[in-house]
C-alpha cells in the first residue's frame, strides 16, 4: 500500500445513537473522549481524529443524507491527506488496477 493513503487524517462513523457510542467507544474499546457536543462525539487518538456524528444532526446541520443503512451495514467517511493532485490521480489509478470501485 503507498505510504501516502495510510496518512488518514480523520474517521468519522455516521451514527443511530450518539450516547450508545460513545459508551462502546469508551467504556468497551477504552478510548478517551475529546469533545462531546449535541449528536456529536470526538476521541484521542494516535495522529487520527475518531469522530461519530448521528445521522439527524449531520442532516440537519450539513445537508449530508439520514437515508439510513440497511441491517449489519455502517455509514463511515475516511479522510486521507495527499500533497497534490498528481498524487491523487496517481493512487487512483494504482487502487482501480487492484480494483477498488469508485
Request: one cysteine or more; charged letters at 25%; aromatic letters at 8%.
Amino acid at each position: 500500500m503507498p505510504a501516502s493513503v495510510t496518512r488518514i487524517s480523520d474517521v468519522c462513523l455516521l451514527v443511530e445513537n450518539i450516547e450508545r457510542t460513545v459508551d462502546f467507544y469508551v467504556e468497551k474499546l477504552g478510548f478517551r473522549l475529546r469533545r462531546r457536543a449535541e449528536g456529536f462525539a470526538d476521541f484521542h487518538g494516535e495522529g487520527v481524529t475518531l469522530a461519530a456524528w448521528e445521522l439527524d444532526h449531520i442532516n440537519r446541520y450539513t445537508g449530508v443524507s439520514k437515508l439510513r443503512s440497511p441491517s449489519h451495514a455502517h455509514k463511515v467517511c475516511v479522510a486521507v491527506q495527499l500533497d497534490t493532485p498528481a498524487d491523487i490521480d496517481r493512487l487512483h489509478g494504482e487502487l482501480s488496477a487492484k480494483g477498488v470501485p469508485f
